[in-house]
């Protein structure tokens, strides 16, 4: 599996890759294209299109503690971030964190620490 990176001033993180306990999590794509719409004077209707956005859904499953605060840490920057998927198209987009959650994962075996995350990351 290629590497998917996130780069912040600090540096490069490499995401971990995909492991996980039933189904393969999605990393849906979806974009959103800004449309404004002006009613004129005549009755005529004009439009202004701007740039697609996308945005990416990232979960990652069955993370140990240190790959939790991995994530915890790039998580609390609050810049604007290089994200590259090498398993789709390689292009490097600027992006923000804009939701992300945590939880634990397979509490019925004790002592196993393993956590999942999730994250949408928001074309800047």
């Known amino acids: ?18 492991r996980f ?7 849906p794509v979806s974009s959103s294209k800004q449309v404004e719409e002006a009613v004129m004077s005549d009755g005529s209707k004009r439009f ?12 990652l499953g069955y993370l140990s503690k240190t790959q939790l605060d991995a994530m915890i840490l790039l998580n609390s920057y609050n810049e604007v971030l290089k994200f590259v998927n090498n398993n789709e198209d390689g292009i490097e987009y600027n992006v923000v964190i804009s939701s992300f959650s945590y939880e ?9 620490e393993r956590y999942k995350v999730e994250m949408t990351l928001r074309e800047a």
């Open 1 to 18: 599996m290629a590497d998917v990176t996130l780069e912040s001033t600090v540096g490069v993180v490499t995401l971990p890759n995909l």
């Open 21 to 27: 306990i039933g189904g393969p999590p999605s990393w």
């Open 48 to 59: 202004a299109f701007f740039q697609v956005k996308r945005e990416w859904g990232i979960a």
């Open 104 to 112: 634990p994962e397979r509490m019925d075996i004790r002592q196993m």
